[in-house]
């Protein structure tokens, strides 16, 4: 009861207490508004449909209208940010779809997490300061809020940022399995742009983001864009060099009128020696890279084995 008390005379514990009342405040306003929503569409449908089939129409409803909550506020969280600063909300959008997320409420779902997280972030640091330790000063106190608050804004820009690393490296491993297979194709007579969507459904499997991404550029050749144009774009959406220079390739192949086959097999053959050089390059490193485990892990323990005996002599005067 005492220790209730003091926390009740400090500022930052009254700040906390009224954003959380808020918080509650909002979620039970949101939770009521949705559980309204079902309840005067259950009574249209217990008009129409028999009830045995109302169990099922109850759960799809409710899935629907938690669905539908979330993307409002996705949707007006973008819009916010749209109005305000519309080119790094577009930056924003692109990242989302380099990490592989494709919904069209993606920017405003990742710019509506970042201060949730960073807020229960911030409140689980005090939590654990004010019952897991102790001898804390007001100032120590703030310092250690502000950085876990930090932490957990930054947190999902981290995890977007490695998201982004590991599919673009799959994309550059399979972009040479997907000029082999359009060799192939183009040698067995289809066209480039049905060779694009049956090699996007070939490698779904083995790389599902490429697949994702040229499936996007096959639709957007169907509708009406040239296929270097549609190339182009896929490059600017995986941020892939390789790309680029293929839709140069197919663009100077068709002004030269050069043969397509024999220029991707060029440049397939290019493309093959260079991830052959980038695995070279990795393996040329890895001593380098070992000198320093070896030197902190290994290199003391050898010299303990080899100086222990002698220290032992010395110790006992032999």
Not at 60 to 83: F, G, H, I, P, Q
Request: proline fraction near 4%; charge should be positive; hydrophobic fraction near 50%.
């Amino acid at each position: 009861m005492d220790t209730l008390l003091k926390l009740a005379d400090r500022p930052v514990f009254l700040i906390l207490l009224a954003a959380t009342v808020l918080i509650v405040s909002i979620g039970y306003y949101v939770v009521l508004k949705a559980d309204k929503i079902f309840t005067s569409r259950l009574r249209v449908h217990k008009r129409i449909v028999p009830m045995d089939k109302l169990s099922k129409l109850d759960r799809e409803t409710r899935e629907r209208n938690v669905d539908s909550v979330a993307t409002m506020l996705a949707e007006k969280t973008n819009n916010l940010y749209a109005a305000s600063d519309p080119t790094s909300t577009k930056k924003i959008k692109l990242l989302m779809i380099r990490a592989g997320f494709f919904q069209p409420n993606a920017a405003g779902i990742y710019l509506l997490l970042r201060p949730i997280i960073a807020a229960i972030a911030g409140i689980g640091t005090l939590i654990y300061i004010k019952f897991f330790s102790t001898d804390w000063t007001t100032i120590n106190m703030m310092v250690a809020i502000g950085f876990g608050a930090a932490g957990g804004y930054y947190l999902p820009q981290f995890y977007i940022g490695r998201r982004i690393k590991a599919l673009s490296l799959q994309n550059r491993q399979g972009f040479p399995d997907f000029m082999d297979l359009m060799i192939v194709c183009v040698e067995a007579g289809l066209s480039m742009e049905a060779a694009i969507s049956r090699i996007a459904a070939e490698i779904e499997k083995s790389y599902p983001n490429l697949s994702i991404h040229l499936n996007i550029a096959a639709l957007e050749v169907r509708s009406g864009r040239t296929l270097e144009d549609a190339l182009q774009s896929m490059a600017q959406r995986i941020d892939l060099d390789e790309v680029k220079s293929f839709a140069t390739l197919l663009k100077q192949s068709k002004e030269l009128g050069t043969s397509l086959s024999g220029a991707l097999k060029v440049y397939s053959d290019d493309m093959r020696d260079k991830r052959m050089a980038t695995a070279e390059e990795k393996a040329h490193a890895l001593p380098a890279k070992m000198s320093v485990p070896v030197t902190l892990c290994i290199l003391p323990v050898i010299l303990i084995i080899a100086a222990l005996p002698v220290a032992f002599k010395i110790y006992n005067g032999g």
